[in-house]
């Protein structure tokens, strides 16, 4: 370890809560590449667990940061903020006319989207949200109880009330968890922390029927899937259905805290002002990096770029079943891809990163990849060579 990282982390343990246990002192990073205090190039396979979809400090989204911090940083939302109102326009664009209210984070945005669920539901006295086992929807109170699962939510109960949990991808199971209290159905179009798994579209059509039915809202977290990393701008787009409400957050921002509840019209006009606020959420640097962050996608075709590279980290990956048993599976869609592994998969991304490449874990036994969508094919191809003799040394010695 460098000097400088011992100091760092000596500093961690004095002062800082021991929430984590960072890996590498990082210094700087361009594109898909990052570097450490250790004289190493890293090939940057988790782009900061998916909040760089433009790479690391991409020139348009760096000069943008610039330039608001220069013009004026922080207004708060008791007055207008130009940056805020046109991000909002172009999310409206992308979503097919829904509205945004902004906030700093994943799970502020889905309390948020929650609340305005209930809001929705009071006239029928209805407030209970419906999330799905092996979900992740954050840290706060209400999100770990939204969130199910026990290492997310032990030592902190009492945990709110108003979540009821059924099996992702088992339509029977939301019907036998619906109440006469239910309001809502919130799901990740691809559970990602919870291990890479996606929705099928057959469940997801049924699901929508289903709330349709019974006068439920569908709500999706796209805090991970969202801003191109599948493919398309939001997941759903690449499902039968479409959501009362999402949430971004992650890659939104283009490396800044921002996240956002995305509401059809009639749903974000329940709202009246006072009834939901934040100091930060919308600030117009996040935004004015959120703005850089939809331009870069759309102008460099990193919608295809996804989808494109994917399919070549994929293959890559598969390509590693044939010589590892270790290796079950690989799943996921377009950058968000997960290897499913017979071991501790924190061992894999713990070698990968001795070797130069970064990746992370999504539960035990699931490493999983999720680089910047503009990656180039000659850091794709080396960062798979290097996972490679990853596994060469792991399981072949
Ligand atoms: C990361 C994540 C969150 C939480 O976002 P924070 O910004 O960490 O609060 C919520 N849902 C999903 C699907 C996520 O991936």
């Keep these: 370890m460098s000097k400088k990282a011992e100091e760092i982390e000596a500093l961690y343990e004095q002062y800082v809560m021991p929430t984590y246990s960072p890996a590498v002192l990082l210094v700087n990073g361009t594109g898909d590449c990052v570097h450490g205090a250790d004289g190493m190039t890293y090939y940057d396979l988790t782009s900061g667990i998916a909040t760089l979809a433009c790479g690391h400090c991409h020139p348009d989204v760096t000069a943008a940061i610039e330039a608001q911090a220069k013009t004026i940083a922080h207004t708060s939302n008791l007055y207008y903020n130009e940056k805020m109102a046109t991000l909002a326009q172009a999310l409206g664009r992308l979503s097919g006319g829904y509205k945004s209210f902004f906030t700093n984070s994943g799970a502020e945005a889905n309390e948020n989207m929650v609340k305005i669920a209930r809001l929705w539901g009071r006239e029928s006295g209805r407030y209970e949200v419906i999330t799905f086992n092996k979900s992740f929807h954050g840290r706060t109170l209400a999100m770990c109880a939204a969130t199910a699962q026990a290492k997310i939510q032990q030592g902190f109960d009492p945990l709110p009330t108003g979540f009821a949990y059924a099996d992702f991808n ?228």
């Design 170 to 397: 088992d339509l029977e199971s939301v019907k036998a968890a619906i109440s006469e209290k239910t309001v809502a159905v919130m799901i990740e179009p691809i559970q990602g922390e919870g291990g890479v798994i996606e929705a099928n579209n057959d469940f997801l059509k049924a699901l929508a029927d289903l709330c349709k039915e019974k006068n439920l809202l569908l709500l999706m977290d796209e805090i991970q899937t969202g801003m191109g990393r599948t493919g398309t701008m939001f997941a759903w787009e690449q499902t039968p259905v479409k959501p009362d409400m999402f949430t971004l957050a992650k890659s939104l921002g283009g490396g800044l805290p921002l996240g956002a509840v995305l509401a059809r019209p009639d749903l974000a006009d329940l709202l009246k002002p006072g009834m939901l606020g934040t100091t930060f959420g919308g600030n117009p640097c996040a935004c004015a990096a959120g703005q850089a962050v939809i331009d870069v996608i759309e102008r460099e075709g990193l919608l295809e770029r996804a989808k494109v590279a994917g399919a070549a980290l994929r293959e890559g990956l598969e390509a590693l079943m044939d010589s590892y048993p270790q290796v079950m599976e690989v799943r996921g869609r377009g950058l968000l891809l997960g290897m499913v592994v017979e071991g501790a998969a924190k061992e894999i991304v713990d070698k990968c990163r001795d070797f130069g490449v970064l990746c992370c874990t999504a539960g035990e036994h699931v490493v999983r990849f999720l680089p910047p969508l503009n990656i180039t094919d000659s850091h794709l191809e080396e960062a798979l060579d290097i996972i490679g003799e990853a596994f060469d040394e792991l399981f072949n010695a």
